[in-house]
Nanobody, 124 residues
């Protein structure tokens, strides 16, 4: 079992950048395919990005590709999400997810664990 804790969110201005972190504890992060989702108020969770266990395979939502960069450091048990050129519509709760068996996925139910999330608010 793994526990996930996100950090790095906050209130920023349009055009700023943020780097979110997801720290894993319990079972080693290297055992999991990882992903990031976001959820805006009143909306369904939206897939943002995913990364394979060894960090060599990536998947991005086409609508956010180029703005978001996912990475991981298995030595530090941490997954990152770099967000550039933030816009007000990027305002959401961002949470990381982990999948033990199977490939990365684009649906939240593909994953076994999720963190509590970190809020990102972008002002215009």
């Amino acid at each position: 079992q793994v526990q996930l804790v996100e950090s790095g969110g906050g209130l920023v201005q349009a055009g700023d950048s943020l780097k979110l972190s997801c720290l894993a504890s319990g079972r080693a992060l290297k055992d999991y395919n990882m992903g990031w989702f976001r959820q805006a108020p009143g909306k369904e969770p939206e897939f943002v990005a995913a990364i394979s266990r060894n960090g060599h395979i990536f998947d991005y939502n086409n609508s956010t590709k180029g703005q978001f960069t996912i990475s991981r450091d298995n030595e530090k048990n941490t997954v990152y999400l770099q967000i550039d050129s933030l816009r007000p519509e990027d305002t959401a709760d961002y949470f990381c997810v982990a999948r033990l068996n199977g490939p990365t996925g684009r649906v939240k139910s593909d994953y076994d664990y999720r963190g509590q999330g970190t809020q990102v608010t972008v002002s215009s």
